[in-house]
């Protein structure tokens, strides 16, 4: 399995920016679509966005659409999650995942077989 470790998460307030970061380790990058879920206190974890191995390809939830960005550096085994006009609702754990194979689109959880220990964004109002 590929290991991750994700990082970046924090506080900040309504509207602001924050971008996080998942670092790959162990496995050939480019041979996993990459993922970023989340999962807030109380709710069952949540597709958020998603990126073909090339980076062609991008699929994001409704509710992140044109707000966060998703992109890979393959060079670096590095995934990266750009989130703008942060809400409060965008408060949760954020967790990195990687699924091996070609599986479009990839927006369950349970595709991903390999999970970082997530980071926490907390938006406050």
């Known amino acids: 399995q590929v290991q991750l470790v994700e990082s970046g998460g924090g506080l900040v307030q309504a509207g602001d920016s924050l971008r996080l970061s998942c670092a790959a380790s162990?496995?050939?990058?480019?041979?996993?679509?990459m993922g970023w879920f989340r999962q807030a206190p109380g709710k069952e974890r949540e597709f958020a966005a998603a990126?073909?191995?090339?980076?062609?390809?991008?699929d994001y939830a409704d509710s992140v659409k044109g707000r966060f960005t998703i992109s890979r550096d393959n060079a670096k085994s590095t995934v990266i999650l750009a989130m703008n006009s942060l809400k409060p609702e965008d408060t949760a754990v954020y967790y990195c995942?990687?699924?091996?194979?070609?599986?479009?689109?990839?927006?369950?959880?349970?595709?991903?077989?390999?999970w970082g220990q997530g980071t926490q964004v907390t938006v406050s109002s």
């Open positions: 990126i073909s191995q090339s980076g062609s390809r991008t």
């Open positions: 162990g496995r050939t990058f480019t041979d996993y679509i």
């Open positions: 995942a990687a699924l091996y194979g070609f599986t479009w689109p990839a927006q369950s959880g349970y595709l991903y077989k390999s």
